[in-house]
């Protein structure tokens, strides 16, 4: 029999997701869901991994199960392809935690680059919540409950895959062949896995206010754009040679814009190469070039801002869409923690050959 295709892949709920998290991942789980390659699609609202650096304010992790669940399904994810769930409802996956723990030594997590520069992102050098630290071996419990054969992810999230591959197989050498090997799924276009917030100084990020929110209104992308969105410092004059490079509007363009929309925005021009050279020779303004932008960003969030007012009329509807996730999802992981248990010899009550044997041997004693 064929293994099973499945995909695991979800998001911490700290916030609002925004079009860095759109053209990073969202996009592109929309295609795969919709593609009829994989059997199962398990994506999950991360919360539990979001109270290992949240854990003094959980109000925040909260309000925001019900903000991620709207933008999964305003860009098109599906609840009849897609099973969305809560992390923290599955209580098998702090089990299979606890069960790696002993697969995995400390100074190999320390050694994780992706755990190392998290670690300093957050000021954690001093003092490290133990959760926190255990994130990559919380991580292969995800992905190992629900057998997923592909985890899509950054490239900056490969040493976590590198780390889970470690603990199933160090799981399946010592209990035998339980546990399914991942792969990861990397973005195609490796550039848009890490959209500059509109600044162009770092990543989007809510604290730094520097995001375009999928559930922006028009006239808060239009203000982005116009008022807050870098360019080139030293293009004053429409007529002076401008640069491409780190210059917000041409990055975004890159991300979002296609030959279609360039016809009917910015006519004239063959390419967005074209559009680059006369920037690059100067006469072509910022002005013109962010109401381009504009346009092709709202051709792309005009559908999901709809698709979320929709959704916003039914909230409870929303939360039973969770719930039946977080059945299936359970239901899952359920399966594989019995799996690795018998593997691992602490089924006892399931065991009727070891109640069996222990009995025989007794009666043999008497």
């Known amino acids: 029999m064929e293994k099973e295709k499945i995909i695991l ?23 795969l869901q919709n593609s009829g390659e994989f ?48 992390q923290s409802q599955i209580s098998e996956l702090t089990e299979l935690t606890f069960f790696y723990m002993n697969l995995v030594t400390v100074s190999r997590l320390q050694r994780n680059p992706t755990v190392k520069s998290e670690i300093q992102m957050r000021n954690f050098e001093a003092s490290i919540p133990v959760g926190f630290f255990n994130y990559p071996i919380s991580q292969a419990a995800d992905i190992t409950a629900f057998k997923a054969t592909t985890v899509p992810v950054g490239e900056d999230q490969l040493p976590m895959i590198e780390q889970t591959k470690e603990i199933v197989h160090s799981f399946n050498r010592i209990y035998g062949e ?29 604290s730094l206010g520097n995001c375009i929110y999928l559930s922006d209104s028009a006239d808060a992308v239009k203000d982005a754009i116009m ?21 917000m509007v041409f990055t975004y363009l890159e991300a979002f814009s296609n030959q279609q929309q360039l016809e009917a925005y910015l006519p004239g021009y063959a390419s967005l190469d074209e559009v680059k050279e006369h920037y690059k020779r100067g006469g072509l303004g910022d002005v013109n070039l962010k109401k381009f932008l504009i346009n092709v960003l709202e051709d792309e969030l005009a559908p999901i801002r709809a698709r979320r007012a929709e959704y916003e009329k039914d909230i409870p509807g929303v939360y039973d869409i969770l719930k039946k996730g977080t059945e299936a999802a359970h239901e899952a992981a359920s399966k594989t923690l019995s799996e690795v248990k018998a593997a691992m010899k602490i089924n006892y009550f399931d065991d009727a050959e070891l109640i069996k044997a222990q009995a025989e041997k007794y009666q043999r004693t008497e």
Do not use: C, W
């Open 227 to 247: 008022k807050k969105m870098y360019t080139d410092p030293l293009h004053i004059k429409v007529a002076d040679p401008g640069h491409v490079e780190g210059n």
């Open 9 to 31: 892949t979800g998001d911490r709920p700290t916030g609002k997701l925004h079009i860095g998290h759109y053209i990073g991942s969202l996009k592109r789980r929309v295609q």
């Open 178 to 206: 339980t546990l399914v090997v991942p792969e990861a799924l990397i973005p195609q276009n490796g550039a848009q896995g890490r959209l500059p917030g509109v600044d162009g100084k770092a990543k989007m990020s809510k």
């Open 39 to 86: 059997d199962k699609i398990f994506i999950m609202i991360a919360d539990a991994q979001a109270l290992t650096d949240n854990f003094d304010n959980p109000e925040k992790v909260r309000q925001n199960i019900i903000e991620v669940a709207l933008d999964y399904l305003s860009v098109g994810l599906d609840p009849a392809k897609s099973n969305l769930f809560i």
